[in-house]
């Protein structure tokens, strides 16, 4: 009878296993896909001259982006969106950068605004988007290039951080909204659903596998200690989805001489008109930060 019942649980527990592994995929790709949201405006309705661009990226796709060139300016600020978002709703912060006389090059990546789709999005191919970008800059606009910043929010912050560990070129990272761990964010996600602890493992480790990084290669508490050059971390204090906790946690981990935290008081995650409302901290930045590379 004992053995029975043992053999009668084994073969529960199989069948559970088997069943969480073939919904775990499922799930996965329609739980954390992104949201495609088309542009409504182009930097002509805040005055803005510019020129529509095509950028081409890995596996053969092309980017859509708008250049905001500044007379005779020789440095850009490349902006880079959050997930579901897209380079239009960047715009409010690429205003003051372009007033202070800054080239602005925005862009929507892989399967966001009018990007190429792809099979999938992850931090690791916002950064290879990035990279795409700065070549792309680089080659075409060569006097635009002396030193070239990268903004980046939420899951373009973290991309911006990393890219910033591998690519010479980027002088200075301005992260607004960034996570400190995506296995963490993961799990915060997850929470809601209330499922059983080896569920959510197995999910960790099937986007891992999916994406092709292991998440402490790309957590941004790690890349943050790798990044060469200075880093303004921007958070907001009423961030429901991405902690203040998050932000601290980062500047922890960081070198204090290269990295610096502001707090934007009153700010949610996609606050960007609270954060343009502090354009200044963002330019005293750049300017500290290009004068010293």
């Known amino acids: 009878m004992i ?8 073969v529960t527990l199989a069948l559970l296993a088997v069943l969480a592994a073939s919904l775990i995929p499922l799930g996965v790709h329609l739980g954390f896909r992104a949201p495609r949201v088309p542009a409504t405006r182009s930097p002509a309705a805040l005055g803005l001259a510019f020129e529509t661009v095509r950028i081409l990226t890995v596996r053969g796709r092309t980017l859509t982006g708008w250049l905001l060139p500044a007379a005779d300016a020789t440095r850009t600020v490349i902006i880079l969106h959050g997930w579901g978002s897209n380079a239009e ?6 205003q003051p950068l372009h007033q202070a006389e800054f080239n602005v090059l925005l862009f929507d990546a ?8 792809d099979s999938f999005s992850s931090l690791p191919r916002f ?14 606009h060569p006097s635009c290039s002396t030193r070239i910043a990268v903004l980046g929010h939420s899951v373009g912050a973290g991309a911006a951080l990393f890219e910033a560990t591998r690519n010479p070129h980027i002088n200075a990272v301005i992260s607004i909204g960034a996570f400190a761990d995506p296995a963490q964010l993961t799990e915060r996600y997850l929470a809601r659903l209330h499922l059983p602890r080896f569920v959510v493992e197995l999910t960790k480790r099937y986007v891992e596998w999916v994406i092709g990084y292991r998440f402490a290669t790309i957590a941004p508490v ?34 204090p001489a290269r990295v610096r935290l502001f707090v934007v008081a009153g700010a949610g ?25």
């Open 110 to 117: 892989r399967n966001h605004g009018a990007s190429d789709g």
């Open 269 to 293: 995650h996609d606050s960007v008109d609270k954060i343009e409302a502090h354009a200044d901290a963002l330019l005293t930045f750049l300017g500290a930060a290009w004068w010293a590379t």
């Open 127 to 140: 950064a290879e988007d990035l990279g795409a970008a700065i070549t792309w800059l680089r080659q075409q």
């Open 222 to 255: 790690n890349s943050i200690r790798r990044v060469p050059c200075p880093v303004l971390l921007v958070h907001g204090d009423h961030d429901q989805t991405v902690p203040i906790e998050d932000a601290k946690r980062l500047a922890a981990a960081a070198d």
């Open 3 to 10: 053995t029975s019942i043992a053999t009668t649980t084994l």
């Open 89 to 94: 709703q960047m715009l409010p912060l690429a």
